[in-house]
């Protein structure tokens, strides 16, 4: 991932968690290295934003990254299972060049079809030029993937689709609004001013303003949308132990609704606040009332 914002929502078959209806303000650490993963040949390409990383314009070399294969599509819910997945190309040669990017060479984002279940892991290499992941799917519905690397020094996001069995009742997206739960008191507020976010934590009504560095940042922030989980992820504007705020850049697309995790760490745990915005017509995305801020 770059250090940069990245900016750019194009539509999934294009990468800093939760279950159940977002089990938005749940404590989880994505230090740890296990969990996710991504899915197999019909997976997509979409470019990460902000420093205008667009992956799917730049693709003519045949040894470019492309698409996730994964060896087992098929999960159940509740159980810890393995997932080996490789990234390959044109040609369908496995990648197995990977730089170190944000503290990880692989980061995976998990998230089920109707926008819960949201999960951000990181896969270990399996010696192969593959990689492995334990990954936890709570609830059955189908799930998409998202492969978020850097090769080469060209970074890419590369999504796949996986299902977990069972019945499948979507939940209908939450509608907007100004704060939401981090779990154990913690609650964040977004501002919005055009394209920039700033988020503010509080604890127990208290503000927070020793948040930690986490992957290197001060924060991660990704964005989904609802119609065809199209897939945004940027990073902070400010160093990563700086202010009280953490703010972003976030060009959203396409009219629509809209997703945002917003990942942060505090007293060495990693904890997101989920937001939902719509973005009208003309472009403007609304917040809690309705209307652009």
């Given at each position: 991932m770059?250090?940069a914002?990245?900016?750019?929502m194009f539509?999934?078959?294009l ?6 209806a977002f089990a938005v303000?749940?404590?989880i ?13 019909g997976g997509?390409e979409?470019?990460h934003?902000?420093d205008?990383?667009r992956s799917a ?7 470019a990254p492309?698409?996730v ?14 997932l080996?997945?490789?990234i390959?190309?044109r040609?369908g ?18 998230v089920?079809?109707?926008l819960t279940g949201?999960?951000h892991v990181h896969?270990?290499p399996?010696g ?6 334990e ?5 059955a519905?189908?799930h998409?993937i998202y492969?978020d690397?850097?090769t080469?020094?060209?970074p ?5 689709d996986?299902d977990v069995?069972g019945?499948?009742a979507a939940r209908?997206?939450p509608?907007p609004a100004?704060t939401?739960?981090a ?8 501002a919005?001013?055009g ?5 503010t934590v509080?604890?127990?009504g208290?503000?927070?303003?020793d948040?930690?560095?986490y992957?290197?940042a001060?924060g991660?922030?990704?964005a989904?949308?609802e119609r065809d989980?199209?897939f945004e992820h940027?990073h ?8 009280r705020e953490?703010?972003f850049?976030?060009?959203?697309g396409?009219?629509?609704s809209?997703r945002?995790y ?10 997101t ?15 809690e009332?309705g209307?652009?801020h």
């Open positions: 770059s250090a914002a990245r900016v750019g539509a999934a078959g990468a800093v968690l939760f279950a159940g303000g749940g404590a650490d994505p230090d740890v290295d296990d969990g996710g993963a991504a899915h197999a040949d997509g979409t470019a934003g902000g205008s990383h314009a730049r693709k003519v070399d045949p040894s492309t698409r294969v994964v060896s087992d599509r098929d999960f159940e819910p509740g159980a810890r299972e393995t080996a997945f490789r390959v190309d040609d040669r496995t990648v197995e060049d990977f730089d170190v990017e944000h503290e990880r060479a692989m980061h995976l984002i998990a089920r079809r109707d949201y999960q896969p270990r399996d192969r030029g593959g990689w492995t992941v990954i936890e799917f709570p609830e519905g189908p998409r492969a690397f850097v080469r020094g060209e890419y996001t590369l999504s796949a996986v069995s019945d499948y209908p997206l509608g100004a939401a739960a779990g154990d008191g913690y609650e964040v507020a977004i919005r001013q394209d920039e976010r700033r988020f509080t604890k127990g208290r503000a927070v303003d948040i930690e560095p992957l290197g001060r991660h922030l990704v989904l949308a989980l199209a940027v902070p504007k400010d160093r990563a132990t700086e202010g953490i703010s850049d976030v060009a959203l396409n009219p629509g809209y945002l917003l990942q942060f760490k505090h007293d060495g745990e990693v904890r606040a989920a937001f939902t915005e719509r973005v009208a017509a003309a472009g403007h995305a609304h917040g009332d209307h652009g």
